[in-house]
């Protein structure tokens, strides 16, 4: 594991939210344990089943990177992109296809993964999409759930951490495109 967390992070200069300080929200080594328990209880449900683990992106990648490190059964990977342009709090936006999945995912097993469920509209313009090309199944994973936000008629299968509506950054999810490599997850410093 990496040198310890620092504690704040400033925003750089290249974001239009430059000089702005972000404070640890979870640490790394909570991520890494909250990982590994989510790819045990996947690896169990999923044993003889080879599913398909279909990545959203760009957020999900580092979730998705170890996530599938922790499974011990055979799975296969996509990913699929989607452009929203919803209202930051509410779920009366659309939602467009920017990448579609190249698998064929009729009678597959599918694992949707996600970094973060905020407003709800991308797992539910997911799920019709999944559900036009007759899977077996399809279960919905993500690291975060903004549970004061998230508007859904159904139900997430597996969250990580249930979360307050914090601006979070860093493990794949971005501020302005910027720093998604940060191995842990910071939140813009409430006033
Ligand atoms: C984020 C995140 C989810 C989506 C959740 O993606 O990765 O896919 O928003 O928001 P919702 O529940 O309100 O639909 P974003 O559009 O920021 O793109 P990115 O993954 O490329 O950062």
């Not at 279909?54 to 055979?74: H, K, T």
Request: charged share 25%; aromatic share 10%.
């Amino acid at each position: 594991m990496a040198d310890a967390d620092p504690q704040e992070i400033t925003v750089p200069a290249s974001s239009r939210y430059g000089g702005q300080v972000l404070e640890l929200f979870i640490p790394q080594a909570k991520i890494q344990g909250k990982v590994a328990e989510m790819a045990a209880v996947l690896s169990e449900q999923y044993r003889e089943r080879c599913p398909i683990l279909i990545g959203v992106l760009n957020g999900s990648f580092m979730f998705m990177a170890d996530l599938v490190r922790q499974l011990d059964i055979d799975f296969e990977i996509d990913f699929i992109k989607i452009a929203s342009y919803g209202s930051e709090t509410s779920s009366t936006g659309t939602v467009r296809l920017l990448k579609d999945i190249s698998a064929d995912i009729t009678g597959r097993d599918v694992v949707i993964v996600e970094d973060i469920v905020d407003t709800g509209l991308t797992v539910k313009f997911l799920r019709n999409r999944m559900e036009e090309a007759a899977p077996a199944s399809v279960i919905f994973v993500t690291l975060l759930l903004k549970y004061e936000v998230a508007n859904l008629d159904f139900t997430i299968d597996y969250v990580g951490f249930n979360i307050p509506n914090r601006f979070v950054v860093g493990y794949g999810l971005d501020v302005d495109q910027k720093l998604r490599g940060l191995r842990s997850l910071y939140a813009f410093r409430e006033n």
